[in-house]
Every structure is written in structure tokens, then in C-alpha cells.
């Protein structure tokens, strides 16, 4: 098995996602500079969180067109799994392998903090390692994490058990002040149709062992290393 | 010719910075204003190509990378170089 974790001018969780995957789950992982046209061979990729680009624009607006994007298309298309972490998350949707967009935070503040989420759909390729409605402690850190989307999307994406995450409480419920950027319906995180693509703003990659406060991120890594490996 | 573009949320958006601003606007002293919308302003120069040109090609610009249009409309003004 081979993971891949690009790297755009502006990621700064690269080597966290690298290390993860390298030292924590002993995986075969290499670094993919944005100008690299090419992704055969790996069976998971990784965009990391950061400021692609120096968030120019729109988040993630630029890091789109960087030429290992037509790859990272391409990979997707052809069924690969993609994981798309915070910045990567919003390049995700601005390159149109996930709907809707991320927005300024509603507090129009930085956000970093431990969040609770609730798992809505364990039976993904992203959290197929977790339980029914489990709670998951995983830190945010961004400024622009409002999910948003028209209505008709956001029915689909219920419909189809694509939102794979929402902010919830400790207990699991799904209140305002559990929200820490005022996404639509408490949305964290979300995945494609087809089910090899999602995107989360909290950060897995900042939550893998109980030194870090939480090994609960761990779950999302094991999953999608399940995932590979049952195939 | 010079493409001026406007990038504004979509109504019923809610724009946060927008409506932080306007309450500072009203601590100022300044009443009377119902809502503030925040933006973008864009300038593309174009050089010497026609009126039509310009906004055909402020269009294209919009439709591929300047505007996101899940939460964002454009308006183009197009003025001539030097004014």
C-alpha cells in the first residue's frame, strides 16, 4: 500500500499527515510536490490542512489549478481515496470534487480548539473504524470552516449519507454552541456520492495518540487503511 | 480597456464581516443604514481590445477562477484605460 501527501506552497500539516501514516500505522507514505502530474501507483492520497498559496483569493481558490490537481482528479475518478484535511478540504470543494464551499467563520475569528463530532455515517471508507453515532474529540484550527451549500444540495447530501461529521456536544447532541464557525446544519465534514472523497475541517492529523489530548483521529486514518486493505 | 469586477456574496448569504462593520458604522453615530454587504474588487487591464472583449474575457475570468459561484455573484463594469 502506498499514501501519498501533497505538498502546496503554504501546507503546514504535511509532515503531521506524513508522520501518521509513516510512524503510527508503519505505512509506506512519500511526499508529492504540487507540480508533480502524475499519481500512479498510490492508493490513498492526502491534501493536508495550511494556507495554500497564502489563501489568495478564496481558500484553496489557487492551490486548484496546481498541476497535481488534474492527478488528484483523475486519482478520484478512477475510484482512489482522497482525504482532504481543513485547507485541503476547501480545495476540495473549489476544485469541484466536493460540494459546497467553506466560508469565514461566523465569529469572523480563528478557531482552534477541541471539538466534539458525531459520527453520522459509520459505514463509510473514512469511518468504517468507528460506532454508530460514536463522539469523536478532534481539534479545529481554522478561520474559514462555515460549511455552506444551497438547499438542494444539502438535501442530497443528507439523503445520500454523505455528511459523515457534525459538531456536536459532550453528550452527542448537535447544538449552536457546540458549532464553533456556524456551518449549515452543523456540518464538519462531508464526503462525495461515490464515497472515495471527503473533506473535514477538524484535524485527524493533530489527534492520533493520547499525548495529543485525543487518539481519536486515529479512527479516521485506520479507516481508510481498512478500507484499502479489504479491497 | 479595463474590466472592473465586483464580487459580492449571494443574497440571503449571511455576511458576518458585513454586519460587524455596520454595527461599528452605528456606534459611530451613522443611522439609517439598513445593511452593509462586504466585497471584492477586481481590476483586469486588458490593453487595447474592444468593449466586448474585455467583458467577454472578464466574463471567462470569473466563470474559471474569480468568482466562486456557490456563494458568490459578479457584476462587470468596464471602463476605458487612463480614465
Not at chain 1, 47 to 65: E, K, N, Q, V, W
Not at chain 1, 136 to 162: C, F, S, W
Not at chain 1, 204 to 231: H, W
Not at chain 2, 43 to 55: H, P, Q, T, Y
Request: with cysteine.
Amino acid at each position: 500500500m502506498k499514501c501519498g501527501v501533497i505538498i502546496f506552497p503554504g501546507s503546514n500539516c504535511d509532515h503531521d499527515c506524513y508522520h501518521v501514516l509513516k510512524h503510527v500505522f508503519n505505512q509506506n507514505v512519500e511526499f508529492i510536490w504540487h507540480k508533480e502530474a502524475d499519481l500512479k501507483g498510490f492508493d490513498i492520497i492526502v491534501l493536508p490542512g495550511g494556507f495554500s498559496y497564502g489563501d489568495y483569493l478564496r481558500t484553496g481558490a489557487i492551490a486548484r489549478f496546481s498541476p497535481v490537481m488534474n492527478a488528484v482528479i483523475d486519482f478520484a475518478n478512477n475510484g482512489g481515496l482522497v482525504l482532504g484535511i481543513c485547507n485541503g478540504f476547501q480545495i476540495l470543494c473549489e476544485a469541484g470534487l466536493l460540494p459546497g464551499a467553506l466560508m469565514r467563520n461566523q465569529s469572523l475569528r480563528f478557531v482552534c480548539k477541541f471539538v466534539n463530532l458525531r459520527v453520522e455515517n459509520h459505514d463509510s471508507a473514512f469511518t468504517n473504524d468507528c460506532t454508530e453515532n460514536e463522539v469523536l474529540n478532534i481539534p479545529v484550527a481554522h478561520a474559514e470552516g462555515l460549511y455552506y451549500t444551497d438547499r438542494e444540495t444539502l438535501d442530497r447530501l443528507n439523503k445520500n449519507n454523505q455528511v459523515l461529521f457534525r459538531y456536536c456536544s459532550n453528550s452527542g447532541e448537535l447544538t449552536d454552541e457546540a458549532n464553533p464557525n456556524g456551518s449549515l446544519e452543523n456540518i464538519a465534514g462531508i464526503m462525495n456520492a461515490e464515497g472515495n472523497v471527503m473533506g473535514m475541517m477538524p484535524h485527524p492529523d493533530r489527534s492520533y495518540e493520547e499525548l495529543l489530548t485525543s487518539a481519536d483521529g486515529a479512527k479516521i486514518f485506520q479507516s481508510v487503511l481498512n478500507m484499502v486493505q479489504s479491497n | 480597456m479595463i474590466a472592473e469586477i465586483y464580487i459580492t456574496l449571494k443574497s440571503g448569504i449571511l455576511d458576518p464581516q458585513g454586519k460587524t462593520v455596520h454595527h461599528a458604522l452605528e456606534n459611530l453615530g451613522l443611522e439609517n443604514i439598513e445593511e452593509v454587504r462586504m466585497g471584492k474588487l477586481i481590476r483586469l487591464d486588458f490593453g487595447s481590445v474592444s468593449k466586448e472583449k474585455a467583458l467577454e474575457l472578464g466574463d471567462e475570468a470569473c466563470k474559471k477562477l474569480l468568482a466562486n459561484p456557490v456563494i458568490e455573484d459578479y457584476e462587470i463594469q468596464i471602463q476605458s484605460a487612463g480614465k
